[in-house]
């Protein structure tokens, strides 16, 4: 009980106190730390156990994924299935596993999960396969997202399948896809939740399905009886942004009937720093110096603008105050999986071990792709420097020695995939649609924001982005 009224602390008082303690209280105490995101007590707690059942392990497994912690959660899962151990994982541990594949971007090891999974007859489970789409998009792997999906039997497939699958074709900016699902949802007979129509405004967004998106929030309340959110505005203003309409997204934002929270105000700046219009972005970026004083992001978009402008003393006094303040600017990386282990690389990094080999390879690449017409945007290095130094400084972004690294160490004809934790920088857009091109690579980046599926110079985003 009290666990999960979220009194901890009283909770360990009276398992302390008692005499005979059960599996089942151990089990709760240690979700109840992980709730709490006291990992480092419930895993004690998890190791003092003498006799641990399935929920033990589940709990442990679930509440690393919940608090971020993938290598973890896929390392307790890993010593389920070894040999001898005392308790293999059911169809709620794999649940609890997958997303921890999805954060880490571990495709492989997603899919060894899933081959377990078929192993024991969990191939109908409708809920195990709606997980497994769920993992699979988010790994980057849409073609298994939509194989899993349609293994659920039509009158099996709940709500959170049908978001799970409008979701995953969303952050591949697949709006058609996405529209047609949310279409076939309704002819099912399912209604959708915000959760639904979150997923449907972001697709419209990313695929610059202007129309159709705004028909569906105006749908949202009038037909569907869901009321908007300020996600669902944000989605919006990002809808109205991305197709330059800042002024019209800038009117919407004044007729919310809530407050406008940061991902409002941010999917403004955002788009202001596409369309490099600098007095909405200058009012959007106040008010979120107000809303989010310590987001050190906000700063660096306006200082950006600033920069793409010339505008060299503002770029200074913003870097003095961020500097004043003691923030600093999240650093890009990038990191890319390669025979099940995952590499990470941060910009201008020189510690991996082949990092003479990808530097050499790097040092090569931008006279090959100028052949088929790359053109180097040094719009992107933001410093007042020499137009040689901006052109090496794009060469050592995270993304390209991650690109760099998978095709040195992978066969002709895999894909590789990349995960970066910012927006893939433009000119690091342009120069993987030739590198695709010329090593005949399929290449997939997940960026903060969506998936781009690189293949024969093209980009699956149209450059809409």
Known sequence: MYVKCGVIGDARKLFDKMVVRDVASWNALIAGYMKEGEIGVAEDLFERMERRNIVSWTAMISGYTQNGFAEQALGLFDEMLQEGSEMKPNWVTIMSVLPACAQSAALERGRRIHDFANGIGLHLNSSVQTALAGMYAKCGSLVEARRCFDMIAQNGKNLIAWNTMITAYASHGCGVEAVSIFENMLRAGVQPDAVTFMGLLSGCSHSGLIDAGLKYFNDMSTIHSVEPRVEHYACVVDLLGRAGRLVEAKELISQMPMQAGPSVWGALLAACRSHRNLEIAELAARRLFVLEPDNSGNYVLLSNLYAEAGMWEEVKKLRAHLKYQGMKKSPGCSWI??????????????????????????????????????????????????????????????????????????????????????????????????????????????????????????CSCGDYW
């Open 337 to 458: 999986e390669i025979n099940g282990k995952s590499h990470l690389f941060m910009g201008a990094d020189k510690s991996h071990p082949q990092a003479k080999e990808i530097y050499k390879f790097l040092e090569a690449l931008p006279e090959k792709i100028k052949m088929a017409g790359y053109i180097p945007d040094t719009s992107f290095v933001l410093h007042d420097i020499s137009d040689e130094e901006k052109e090496y400084n794009l060469t050592t972004h995270s993304e390209k020695l991650a690109i760099a690294f998978g095709l040195l160490n992978t066969s002709p004809g895999v894909v590789l995939r990349v995960t970066k934790n910012l927006r893939i920088c433009g000119d690091c857009h342009a120069a993987a649609k030739f590198i695709s091109k010329i090593y005949e690579r399929e290449i997939i980046v997940r960026d903060l924001n969506r998936f781009h599926c690189f293949k024969d110079g093209s």
